[in-house]
C-alpha cells in the first residue's frame, strides 16, 4: 500500500505506474498521481479493435470531482504543458493492488471515496468502481470523460475530429468519424450530453524524455452527475461492446474470482514469497488471444504473449523464453501447450516470426533464435506434463525447421560446415540484441553468434530425446550425430586470453572478444556444450562485470563502446540499449548458471532485490530495462514478460533442486 508520502509528492507519484489489461491486447493505464497521464499510451480505454493489436486511445482520462459537504474536491489530477498541475492527488490518501486491481481511497474531510478499475476479460470494456465507504452525508460526484481515437503510439488527434453523441438509457453512445462505437455508461450517474469542447495542452512528460511530441487534446463532450449515499456504489463503464453490463459489484465479483483461480492453480508457487506470489497475476496481463486461421478455412483460437506494455506486440523470442515462467511455473499448462501450437501455424522456412507488427497482418521473421527457443519451450511443457501428443504434433515441424537451417533460409542463416549455425546480413537485426535506426544496426553480431549455437546445440539434443520417445532410431542417429559436431567446434569460443567465451566467431571481422551477457546460455540451457570449468569461468566473468540488482549490464563498464544511461531521442536510446543497459530477463539465465556452479541457496538470493522494485515503476511488475550505472534506475516497459517470466521460472527452479 503507498500513503502520501508518495501520493501526494508529484516527482514520487509519477514515477509509478497502474495497468490493467483484459487478455485480448486491451489496457488502461494511470500514474499513481490520481491517474495522471504521463505517456501518450496512459488512458481509461486503449481497445484492441484487431484483437491482440489494433490497439486505439478512446479514453484518455477522466476529469472527476466530488462535492462534499460545502467543499468540493477533485479526484484526478492532469499535468499541462504551461506547468498547471490539477490537484486531485492532494486528496489521495492510499493506493494498493487488491490483486490485481488498481484501488485508491480519496478523503474528503471526514469521508472516503474509493476507486476500483479493472477490465473484463476477453472484452474491450473498462470498469471503474466509485464507493461511498465512509461518512455520514452524500457525496455528489461530476465525471467527464475525455476522449481521443487514435492508434496508441500516436499522439494527439486533430481539432476536425467530431464523433456523434445519441443518448442510451443509461448513459451515452460516441461513433466516430471511422466508424467506432464507443458506449459510456453507468448504473447509477446520469449522463448530459455539452457542447463539445477541447481540452488543450496536456502534458506527456515521459514522452518529451523519449523525444516524441509531449502534448495532446482531448475532447470532452458531456458529464456523468450521481449522488452517492453512504454505502452506495457507482459504476462508470467504457466499451467497444454492444451490450456491456453496467452491474459493476457482479462484473468486480467475476474478475476477483478469475485471479483468485490464478493464483490457487500456481501450486508450485504456493510457498514462494510474497512479491513472486504478485508475479502471478503480472503474468497473467501479457496474455492475449490470437486467432488463427487453419487450412480448411475455419479460425481456432489461439493464445500469445505481449511481450511489453504498453508499446510491444506480441513477438517470437519473448513468447518462447516467457511461455516456461508465464505458463508452466503458474500451472497453465493448457495454455502453454496452445500458446505453442499458436505460433508453429506461422512457421515459415524453418522460421517463427519474430513479431506481429501493429500495423498490417504479416508477420516479420528477422530472428534466428525465436525458433530455437521453440525447442526449449516445448521441451519444458513436456517434461512437466508427460504430454507426448503435443511433442508428436509438433515433431514433424521441429524436423522441418532443422531441414532449413541445413539448406539455409532466410538472411544467410544456415549450418556451417563446422555445424555451427551462422547468420547474418548487413542491415538486418536477427538476435535479440536487436537495435536499429534507420539503416544502422547497433550490434549486428553478424557470424556464429554464442547464444545461437549453444541454444542450436540444445535443440538438436532436445529433438533427439524427442526422437527416442517416438521411436524413430534413424532420427536420433542423426540428430546425435549433429550435436557431437556442434559440441566439438563450440570449443572455439573459448578465449584463454580473455578468460571467457567470444560473443561472436567468424564474424565479417573475425572473432569478437567483447564481453557480454549472452554466453550465460551456454550454461543455462538445458542441454550446455561446456565443461565444469568452462561454465564456471563464464559465471565468474559475467558475476564480476556484469551484475546488477536487477539483471545483468549488456555490456561490460570496461569496454570503451559501454553507454551506462539509457534515455533522449530514439537514436540515443537505440545506441545504448545494449551496449551496457542492464536487462532484467537475464537475471534468469544468471540464476540458472551460477545454480548449477555454485548451488542453489547462492542463486537464489538473486531474487529479493526485485521485491523492492515492484514498488517501483509499473507496480506489481518488472520492468524491461534499467540503467547500468547506479542508481540501476528502471526504463523501457514499465511492464516486460520475459522480466516477470523469468523471475517465476527461477523460483519454481530453485525450488524444485
Known sequence: MFGREILGHPAAALRREWIVTNGAGAYAMGSLLANAP??????????????????TLLVGGLQASAEYGSETYELSSFEYSDGRLSAGHCNLET????????????????????????????ANTTYLLLTHERGNDPIKLE????????????????????????????????????????????????????SATWVEDIYYREELERGYPDTARLLQAGRFSASLQPGQ???????????????????????QARQAQL????????????????????????????????????TWQGWSVIAGYPWFSDWGRDTMISLPGLLMATGRATLAADVLRTWSHFLSQGMLPNRFPDVGAEPEYNTVDATLWFFQALRTVY????????????????????????????????????????AGEPHIQLTWMDAKFEDWVVTPREGKA????????????????????????????????????????????????????????????GDDPVLRPNQLFAVSVAHSPLDDATAKAVVDSCARHLLTSYGLRSLAPHDPQYL?????????????????????????PFISAISKVYGVEQARSYLQPFADHLRDAGIGSVSEIFDGDAPITPRGCPWQAWSVAELLRCSVELNNR
Not at 161 to 173: H, I
Not at 281 to 293: G, I, K, N, P, T
Request: glycine share 8%; proline share 4%; aromatic share 10%.
Open 38 to 55: 504521463i505517456r501518450k499510451y496512459h488512458g481509461l480505454l486503449i481497445a484492441a479493435l484487431e484483437p491482440p493489436l489494433g490497439r
Open 95 to 122: 493506493w494498493q493492488l487488491d490483486g490485481a486491481i488498481p484501488t485508491a481511497r480519496y478523503a474528503l474531510a471526514e469521508a472516503v471515496l474509493s476507486q476500483r478499475i479493472w477490465m473484463e476479460d476477453g
Open 143 to 194: 465525471l467527464r470523460p475525455l476522449l481521443s481515437e487514435r492508434d496508441h503510439h500516436d499522439t494527439t488527434v486533430e481539432t476536425d475530429w467530431q464523433p456523434n453523441f445519441a443518448a442510451l438509457t443509461n448513459g451515452v453512445l460516441m461513433t466516430t468519424p471511422a466508424g467506432t462505437q464507443l458506449r459510456m455508461l453507468s448504473d447509477h450517474a446520469t449522463w448530459q450530453t455539452e
Open 233 to 255: 456504489s457507482l459504476t462508470l463503464v467504457f466499451s467497444t461492446e454492444t451490450e456491456p453490463s453496467t452491474d459493476g459489484l457482479a462484473a468486480l465479483a467475476r474478475e
Open 263 to 298: 493464483l490457487e492453480q500456481a501450486r508450485l508457487l504456493h510457498k514462494a514469497p510474497d512479491f513472486i506470489k504478485q508475479l502471478v497475476y503480472a503474468a497473467d496481463q501479457f496474455m492475449v488471444r490470437r486467432a488463427v486461421q487453419l487450412p480448411d478455412g475455419s
Open 383 to 422: 517434461q512437466a506434463t508427460g504430454d507426448i501428443q503435443l511433442v508428436a504434433d509438433l515433431y514433424p515441424k521441429l524436423v522441418e525447421i532443422i531441414d532449413w537451417h541445413e539448406r539455409g533460409t532466410r538472411y544467410s542463416i544456415k549450418v556451417a560446415d563446422d555445424y555451427l549455425l551462422t
Open 450 to 509: 554464442v547464444e545461437i549455437n549453444a541454444l542450436w546445440y540444445s535443440a538438436l539434443r532436445t529433438l533427439g530425446e524427442f526422437a527416442t520417445l517416438l521411436g524413430n532410431d534413424q532420427d536420433v542417429e542423426r540428430f546425435r550425430c549433429a550435436a557431437e559436431r556442434v559440441a566439438t567446434a563450440y570449443r572455439r569460443f573459448w578465449s584463454a586470453e580473455h578468460g571467457y567465451l567470444y560473443d561472436v566467431i567468424d564474424g565479417p571481422h
Open 564 to 588: 551506462g544511461r539509457y534515455g533522449g531521442d530514439l537514436k540515443t536510446r537505440d545506441a545504448s540499449y545494449h551496449q551496457g543497459i542492464t536487462w532484467g530477463w537475464l537475471i534468469g
